[in-house]
């Protein structure tokens, strides 16, 4: 079963709005990364938070982490067409280096 | 820097044959994923290896995938014989050893299954 949930499924936002992304997952994390998959492409590494952090920046990337509601957030500022794509959490844990893909959010930025 | 490489890109087969993928890591990458992503879901982890072993297999459906990397570096996974919930994408990605959080994914190869 997979470990994160993404919220909201789907976004839909204007060229220049900011995009925030919920992840919540269950069991306790090491770290929490962010991806991004563009269509019928791989995924990109976009983020990682560990898990004695709570805020991490990154260009126009924002992403938080609360550990004790199991909760990342993403915030894409300022958001461009080409930002279109899905994004994913993903959980990192101890002893064997597990990474868990949560279901995405899909992420169109109307030009 | 060249990326890590899949083929084929796309693959139509009929149920119960077999299907076989390659994947190339990054060079100097020890840690070799193999993902199948259905559609509308996230990557599942299928197998795992640490240069040429395996260190995570649990969620490969053993009765009909296998998976190998000679030498610890090119991988191939196979499919035999194949059903229709097995079309997917399968993403190949690799990381350094000491740094297996920040994985590097192939373009993925697109099997559909008739």
């Known amino acids: 079963s997979q470990q994160g949930e993404e919220d909201p499924q789907a976004l839909s936002i204007q060229e220049g709005e900011n995009a925030t992304m919920n992840c919540s997952y269950k069991t306790s994390i090491n770290n929490l990364q962010w991806y991004r998959q563009n269509s019928g492409r791989g995924l990109v590494h976009l983020i990682l938070i560990r898990s004695n952090e709570r805020e991490k920046h990154s260009g126009r990337l924002r992403v938080t982490l609360d550990t004790s509601k199991k909760s990342s957030s993403l915030l894409i500022t300022a958001s461009r067409a080409a930002d279109t794509a899905s994004y994913f959490c993903a959980t990192g844990h101890t002893g064997g280096f597990k990474t868990i893909f949560g279901a995405g959010t899909r992420l169109f930025v109307k030009a | 820097e060249a990326g890590v490489a899949q083929s084929p890109r796309y693959k139509i087969i009929e149920k119960r044959q077999s299907v076989a993928f390659w994947c190339n890591p990054i060079?100097?990458?020890?840690?070799l994923y193999w993902y199948q992503q259905i559609l509308g879901q996230g990557p599942k982890l299928l197998i795992q290896?640490?240069?040429?072993?395996?260190?995570?297999d649990s969620q490969l459906p053993k009765d009909r995938f296998s998976a190998e990397r000679l030498k610890g570096v090119d991988s191939t996974l196979k499919i035999q014989p194949a059903k229709l919930e097995d079309s997917a994408v399968y993403l190949c990605?690799?990381?350094?050893?000491?740094?297996?959080?920040?994985?590097?994914f192939g373009p993925g190869t697109r099997l559909t299954v008739l």
């Open positions: 290896f640490q240069n040429n072993g395996v260190v995570d």
């Open positions: 990605a690799s990381s350094f050893l000491t740094s297996p959080d920040t994985q590097y």
């Open positions: 060079s100097g990458h020890a840690t």
